[in-house]
């Protein structure tokens, strides 16, 4: 490994953890070790190869990860890739717990960032669900109905404000619920703005 592909904001980040240090730094030997440049970006650890992003490096408070953006691309022979919500379509982790489960797993995680370097030098993208794929709550639907200026102002928003917006009012387990939040945002989108503009 050589030390011109590290990075001093790396560096820094890494002197500064609490918690997962020992495993930041293995999981930094093993990303480096695969001949990626190290970045920082969006706080963490990021690997990138010609421009485009790997892998990065996360820690949380039950556990650390490494993360591919691209991960639902990737084989997982092993199973060790984790979709860390159901909404979460493009990234997966693998997580760990104790150094001891990177170093047992050094090959395995070799043969993924591989594999991840492959997906994007063929330049394959994940197809991601489309709005239109979301249920629409069935008290939105009525609104519609009963507004068909909602209607059009909603699908005048961007895919992901519109997706944003059905993932909230349907989140709510109860009816009463999901009308009171489309009601308190129907002037937001009649406003073309997104649920969090």
């Known amino acids: 490994m050589t030390d011109r592909r590290m990075n001093s904001k790396v560096d820094e980040f890494l002197s500064k953890a609490k918690k997962w240090r020992a495993e930041y730094e293995k999981l930094r030997m093993i990303v480096l070790d695969c001949g990626l440049t190290e970045e920082f970006k969006w706080m963490h650890p990021c690997y990138t190869f010609e421009k485009k992003n790997i892998v990065l490096i996360h820690g949380f408070k039950e556990y650390c990860a490494l993360l591919f953006p691209k991960g639902a691309l990737l084989q997982d022979t092993h199973g060790i890739l984790t979709q860390q919500t159901e909404h979460v379509q493009a990234a997966r982790q693998i997580r760990f717990t104790h150094v001891q489960e990177i170093t047992e797993l050094e090959n395995t995680l070799k043969a993924y960032i591989y594999e991840a370097i492959k997906v994007e030098k063929a330049g394959l993208e994940v197809n991601f669900k489309k709005h239109t794929e979301y249920a629409l709550p069935e ?44 009601e308190k945002y129907m002037q937001q989108i009649l406003n073309g703005k997104g649920l969090n503009d």
């Open 139 to 182: 008290e939105l639907q009525n609104k519609f109905d009963a507004m068909p200026a909602l209607k059009t102002a909603f699908e005048a928003l961007t895919p992901g404000r519109q997706r944003a917006y059905i993932l909230y009012f349907s989140s709510a387990k109860k009816s009463q619920t999901r009308e009171s939040r489309i």
